[in-house]
């Protein structure tokens, strides 16, 4: 907990919990619209153990220095709907986590903040996949990362499966395109060195990604050494960095196909 922006005692008695804005839990058929949510102390929009949410014409702003002020976090939630919401936060813009299946998010736009992530995944055992994600038509401005997965660098078994990012435009993103498998926070560094994760990430294609990347390495699939990425399917990626030179691309540990211009 950062107490300049919290402004609750630091007695670690809060938790993640506390501080969410808008909480949706253990419910079916819900619909939020026209809404906006300012500079919440923590997550904007939590969905957990829910089925059937629409998010729609809803705005989050909160400061691109504030920690963890994600838009929506969803998990182990089922068939959430996300269209044309804006996010300006300091956290990730929608983040999802074990659990979550049938997913759609269209038509938004996010920045400043951490992008679209898939976890982290592989943090505990018995965590539930993620499957089924829709992205399209997405406008990330100034992220950390654009279209992100990631998992923890832990033997924990889980999946991710059946991912489809497309019609999705970045400028000045740091990461547009990452798989990260060997995530683990300064803070947790005694529990990953030397291991690797047990999270299996297939069936995932990029299709229509286009901008500017604000680093050279535009593309990363760092996968793990004993569950390697398969089915990665890249399709007319046209990114660039500084001045329109050639965006790179880095694998490690990834099958799959390109197709297109990439």
């Not at 938790?15 to 949706?24: N, S, V």
């Not at 949410?53 to 969803?74: E, F, K, L």
């Not at 986590?97 to 998010?105: A, E, Q, R, Y």
């Not at 947790?188 to 299996?200: F, H, L, T, Y």
Request: charged content about 20%; hydrophobic content about 30%.
């Amino acid at each position: 907990m950062q107490c300049n922006w919290v402004r609750f005692p630091c007695d670690g008695r809060l938790t993640y919990m506390h501080l969410q804005t808008l909480d949706i839990s253990q419910s079916k058929g819900v619909s939020v619209k026209q809404l906006t949510l300012l500079d919440s102390k923590n997550v904007h929009m939590a969905i957990f153990d829910s089925t059937g949410v629409t998010v729609q014409g809803v705005r989050m702003v909160a400061p691109a220095n504030s920690p963890n002020t994600d838009g929506i976090h969803a998990q182990l939630s089922r068939h959430v709907t996300i269209l044309n919401t804006t996010f300006s936060t300091g956290d990730d813009c929608v983040s999802l986590g074990p659990g979550t299946s049938d997913v759609l998010i269209r038509d938004i736009k996010c920045g400043p903040g951490h992008g679209i992530s898939i976890g982290s995944m592989g943090g505990q055992p018995g965590e539930e996949g993620v499957r089924n994600v829709t992205v399209e038509r997405a406008v990330l401005t100034g992220t950390t990362n654009g279209l992100r997965i990631k998992t923890w660098g832990m033997p924990n078994p889980g999946s991710v499966t059946g991912v489809s990012f497309s019609q999705v435009t970045m400028h000045g993103v740091a990461n547009p395109i990452l798989v990260d498998q060997n995530y683990c926070p300064r803070s947790r560094k005694v529990d990953c060195p030397g291991k690797s994760s047990g999270v299996q990430i297939s069936d995932v294609s990029y299709e229509d990604i286009e901008g500017t990347s604000r680093t050279p390495v535009a593309v990363k699939f760092d996968c793990s050494d004993t569950n390697p990425c398969s089915g990665i399917r890249l399709k007319n990626i046209r990114l660039t960095y500084r001045h329109r030179r050639p965006a790179q691309a880095r694998c490690r540990n990834a099958a799959g196909s390109v197709s297109g211009e990439v």
